[in-house]
């Protein structure tokens, strides 16, 4: 491995060189593409660079089920973790916490000498209830960061510690009534004791009555969902919304657009669902810009407008919204609405949003793979893609999966597997499946007749 330094202009000319490699192997037109990529990022890998090795061992981690992968990926990770890389480092302390408990106290001390607090932080608030014993080992060996931080380690203390766990808890609460995370306090305190979470609600209350926004609008939540031991009220949720929406809380205004296009605990009123929509989205709450453009291209409250749905789009890719909005954008490129069609720019925004794993875009790289539409045609690769989409939950990969059971494209025929394809996509309520389904049910009648 190459244990030259590297200037920072060098390590983000072999980072961009990476990322492309992965790109190139994940959606290259044909096998060829897919084989230099995987040489390019090997050569990244051995470049010596942490970051470099770490998003390499991971690549092989989630693209590769073979054991050789395995073991090459491990030890990716590990020379990135003895690199002093953060993320490689937390994952080996949660993959050997099963299986050799003393390495995984080793990593553990490593990462606190290393100043990793942060990141050790976030792993513990992040692991489930069966990791709770690591959590423990984290939290105690890190300095205090916030609320949710003390109480974190005060719910885990309840059993063996209640004097601590109560006095951790109750110092939280009071320090932080504003805090973002709020309703995930309530929760937490419910669990060390009920008297600290009903302490939590008046509190909350009291605030959201003098006008506090952010109180107001974690009130509007729990009422909304019935969580923290308030009732479910839409009514009390709209009006708490209303009122952080009326002192200029983008997020409450969001919800109440929603509500009006639903008509939950309100009559609907699309006109006024599309007026908060984009009051939220001109103080550039993200959500609500994407979601506005959706009001411009279907028409929601307002008239149909290709071009500022697009405008709308593009500047939620530029806040960061690099899935759904991205996706929004390539499917107006892909059928030229608000811009000039474009396959190239179609297939681009397509695999920003199918590189963070967007179901909806990688089945439309397949179909593009499929039927060579923007890049050379791989009918093998498309069913791929087909397939990952539909284990990620996308209704219309399922169909498209169904059409080539039904026609034999790509796979062996079977009529059986795509009527089960359809109707899994018309459960998860894909609209165009139900036309596909009952045509395929004609034929399937048709050919038993004839038998």
Not at 21 to 38: N, R, T, V, W
Not at 71 to 77: A, P, V
């Amino acid at each position: 491995m190459n244990k030259q330094l590297h200037t920072r202009t060098e390590i983000k000319e072999i980072l961009d060189k990476l990322d492309k490699a992965q790109d190139d192997y994940l959606f290259g037109d044909d096998d060829a593409d897919s084989s230099q990529a995987l040489i390019t990022m090997i050569r990244c890998a051995h470049s010596g660079i942490p970051e470099a090795m770490r998003i390499f061992g991971f690549f092989l981690q989630v693209c590769f089920d073979r054991p050789s992968a395995s073991r090459l990926s491990n030890y990716y990770i590990h020379r990135a973790a003895e690199g002093g890389d953060t993320e490689a480092t937390m994952e080996l302390i949660e993959q050997y916490w099963w299986k050799e408990r003393g390495t995984a106290m080793q990593w553990i001390k490593r990462a606190r000498c290393a100043g990793m607090y942060k990141a050790l932080h976030d792993m513990a608030m992040g692991l489930d209830e069966d990791d709770r014993e690591l959590a423990l080992h984290i939290f105690s060996g890190i300095p205090h960061r916030g609320a949710m931080h003390s109480l974190l380690y005060a719910e885990m203390l309840a059993d063996t510690n209640p004097e601590t766990a109560c006095r951790l808890a109750r110092q939280a609460l009071r320090k932080t009534p504003q805090d973002k995370q709020f309703s995930t306090i309530l929760a937490l305190c419910n669990n060390i004791t009920p008297t600290l979470a009903a302490e939590g609600r008046a509190m909350l209350v009291r605030l959201a009555g003098k006008g506090h926004t952010l109180a107001q609008h974690k009130l509007g939540h729990c009422y909304y969902h019935g969580t923290n031991n308030f009732d479910k009220d839409l009514r009390c949720a709209f009006r708490w919304w209303k009122r952080a929406a009326d002192n200029g809380h983008a997020p409450s205004m969001f919800e109440l657009s929603l509500m009006y296009e639903h008509g939950e605990g309100i009559r609907r009123n699309r006109v006024k669902a599309f007026q908060y929509i984009k009051t939220a989205a001109e103080n550039d709450y993200r959500k609500a810009i994407t979601n506005l453009g959706y009001c411009y291209y279907w028409g929601i409250g307002t008239e149909r407008n290709f071009t500022e749905a697009v405008a709308c789009f593009r500047r939620a890719i530029e806040l960061g919204d690099i899935t759904t909005a991205a996706y929004n954008l390539g499917e107006r490129y892909y059928m030229g609405q608000g811009v000039e069609k474009d396959i190239q720019k179609s297939l681009y925004f397509h695999r920003m949003a199918a590189r963070r794993n967007y179901p909806d875009s990688i089945c439309r790289i397949a179909y593009m793979s499929i039927h060579g539409e923007g890049v050379k045609v791989n009918v093998a690769k498309g069913v791929h893609y087909l397939h990952r989409a539909a284990k990620l939950g996308s209704a219309m990969a399922l169909c498209e999966l169904g059409k080539c059971y039904e026609y034999g494209t790509g796979v062996p025929q079977n009529l059986q597997k795509a009527m089960e394809l359809y109707t899994r996509s018309a459960e998860q309520g894909y609209r165009y499946t139900k036309r596909e389904s009952s045509r395929l049910k004609r034929k399937m009648d048709k050919l038993h007749r004839q038998s």
